[in-house]
């Protein structure tokens, strides 16, 4: 179908094309994206984009340019032209990294929307509930150069602030807060935008440009009206190994709704093709991939377990991730760690807070009870 056509069938979104950033190099997220680009990580069963891109079908957009710059090739193998999502999908790929507002840049090239139209722009790590036609409809009602979506957060100082004043428009663009008085809203840059199509053509198009450091504070230093619209619905950034564990869990416990999960809301997902011993306890929004197996007594709470990865008898993995084909020895404690593809956690090792095995690394039965914050 032409995107003409399906804009016609949703008049009321007035808006049928989205970017999605997917071109960064999850370092944070190592080892598991030395093979596997994080927004191509399974979250819930399916690549995360899987999700985005199924939200972004949901809401009416008909046609997702994806900025891609690591492994390309991972995202067209899987998603092809996108007619499995209910979009049509072009790939746009820098050869080297033009960073955010850069990579909003170039994939704009793609566009087919007119220079007065609204473009959708997503960060292809941040799992929300964002209401997208109420954030498009406010872009129209404030006709802002930017509309940002802006979620609260506990602890912002972690964070650079965008606050707003009581009509929403941004007044600044803060860096991360350094003492407790720069700390002066808690509203933060939740990674989706709607940009008015002219815009993103001013960004310079042949060197990397960050778009929260460069281009958002350019466009207040011109006194253009850049608006925020606060949600505080569910929002996470997925970028480190607990949140992804969290965001993952939290998709099939039903905490965040997305319809491309491939199963019905409940305490844990086994994929089709999965075993489960009857006598394993599978909980806290656990994901068993396709061909992983869990032994009998096994506890397995919050994880993911990815395709073809062996869980051994009596062994608990307790808010963790098992990549691919790794292996969990019988008794052995895996928590709050990474187990990368094809790893061997021999049995009885203790494995906590935040240890990270390798691909393909082998720790011997009992060698090790180990803690590490790498
Ligand atoms: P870390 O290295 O762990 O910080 O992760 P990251 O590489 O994904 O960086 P970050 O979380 O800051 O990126 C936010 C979003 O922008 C993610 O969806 C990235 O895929 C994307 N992104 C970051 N840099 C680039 C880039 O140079 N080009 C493109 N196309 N996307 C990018």
């Not at 815009?199 to 958002?216: G, K, L, N, Q, Y």
């Not at 608006?227 to 997925?238: F, I």
């Not at 809301?265 to 869990?294: E, R, Y």
Request: with cysteine; hydrophobic share 40%.
């Amino acid at each position: 179908m032409s995107s003409s056509i399906a804009a016609a069938l949703v008049p009321d979104l007035g808006i049928v094309e989205a970017i999605m950033l997917v071109g960064g190099k999850g370092t944070r997220l190592r080892p598991l994206t030395i093979n596997t680009p994080k927004p191509m990580l399974p979250v819930a069963g399916v690549p995360f984009t899987a999700h985005q891109l199924a939200q972004a079908a949901d809401a009416g957009v008909t046609r997702v340019i994806l900025g891609t710059s690591y492994r390309p090739e991972v995202f067209s193998a899987y998603f092809g032209d996108g007619s499995d999502m209910r979009i049509e999908l072009v790939y746009r790929t820098e050869e080297v990294p033009l960073g955010t507002g850069g990579g909003i840049r170039f994939a704009a090239e793609a566009l087919e929307s007119g220079p007065d139209d609204p473009v959708l722009v997503f960060n292809g790590d941040v799992l929300s509930g964002v209401d997208l036609p109420s954030l498009i409809k406010s872009h129209q009602d404030t006709q802002a150069a930017v509309t940002l979506f802006l979620t609260r957060v506990a602890d912002p100082s972690a964070f650079g602030l965008v606050p707003t004043d009581a009509q929403g428009a941004v007044l600044d663009f803060l860096e991360k807060p350094q003492t407790p008085e720069e700390i002066v809203t808690d509203q933060i840059n939740a990674g989706c935008y709607v940009f008015q199509r002219s815009v993103i053509d001013e960004i310079p198009a042949d060197r990397p440009v960050s778009v929260e450091r460069e281009v958002f504070p350019d466009l207040l230093a011109q006194g253009r009206r850049v608006t925020g619209v606060v949600d505080d619905g569910y929002w996470l950034d997925l970028g480190t190994p607990m949140s992804f564990v969290q965001g993952s869990a939290d998709l099939v416990l039903g905490r965040v709704r997305s319809s491309a999960v491939p199963g019905p809301v409940g305490p844990s997902l086994c994929l089709p093709g999965s075993q489960v011993s009857p006598s394993a306890d599978v909980t806290g929004g656990s994901v068993i991939g396709s061909g992983a197996q869990v032994g009998a007594g096994a506890k397995v709470v919050g994880s993911v377990v990815m395709a073809g990865a062996r869980i051994e008898d009596s062994a608990r993995v307790i808010n963790s991730v098992v990549a691919g084909d790794a292996v969990i020895g019988e008794t052995a404690v895996v928590r709050g760690s990474v187990v990368a593809e094809g790893a061997v956690v021999g049995a009885g090792n203790e494995l906590t807070d935040g240890a990270r095995i390798w691909p393909e690394m082998t720790l011997p039965p009992h060698s090790i009870r180990f803690s590490s914050d790498r």
